[in-house]
Nanobody, 126 residues
Framework: QLEESGGGLVQPGGSLTLSCTSS????????IGWFRQAPGKEREGVGC????????YDAGSVKGRFTISRDSAKNTVYLQMSGLKPEGTAVYYC?????????????????????WGQGTQVTVSS
C-alpha cells in the first residue's frame, strides 16, 4: 500500500527528492519513516516523522543533509536529500506505523515494522 519513487543516479554532492505515497490510507494518520538498505547491510532508519506533533528524528549520519516533509493535500511524504555520498547508495523504503511510542524508536527498529513497499534505488556515483 506504500509506494516509493524518485530514486535514480546522482553524483556525489548532488541532491534528490524521494516520494512516499499511499492509495490505501491517509499518511497523516501514521508515523512515517524513511529507511535504506545497502547491499550486504541491514536496513537502517534515515529519518522518521511523528503523526501527532511533527517531531522529526534524523539519523546521525544524515543530520543536516536530509529533510522529511509532508504534503497532506497530496497524501505524500518526501525525503529531500542533499550532499549525497557514495555510501548513500541503497534501496530507500518508506514505512507507515502507529504502534511505536516515539519516532526515535520507530527509526531504530526496522525489524519490527511488518510491511514495506518495494523501495526505490538511489545510486550515488560519479
Amino acid at each position: 500500500q506504500l509506494e516509493e519513487s524518485g530514486g535514480g543516479l546522482v553524483q556525489p554532492g548532488g541532491s534528490l527528492t524521494l516520494s512516499c505515497t499511499s492509495s490505501g490510507f491517509i499518511l497523516d494518520s501514521k508515523d512515517i519513516g524513511w529507511f535504506r538498505q545497502a547491499p550486504g547491510k541491514e536496513r537502517e532508519g534515515v529519518g522518521c516523522v511523528s503523526r501527532s506533533d511533527g517531531k522529526i528524528y534524523d539519523a546521525g549520519s544524515v543530520k543536516g543533509r536530509f529533510t522529511i516533509s509532508r504534503d497532506s493535500a497530496k497524501n505524500t511524504v518526501y525525503l529531500q536529500m542533499s550532499g549525497l555520498k557514495p555510501e548513500g547508495t541503497a534501496v530507500y523504503y518508506c514505512a507507515a506505523d502507529s504502534s511505536f511510542p516515539t519516532v526515535d524508536v520507530m527509526c531504530s527498529a526496522p525489524l519490527l515494522i511488518p510491511s514495506w513497499g518495494q523501495g526505490t534505488q538511489v545510486t550515488v556515483s560519479s
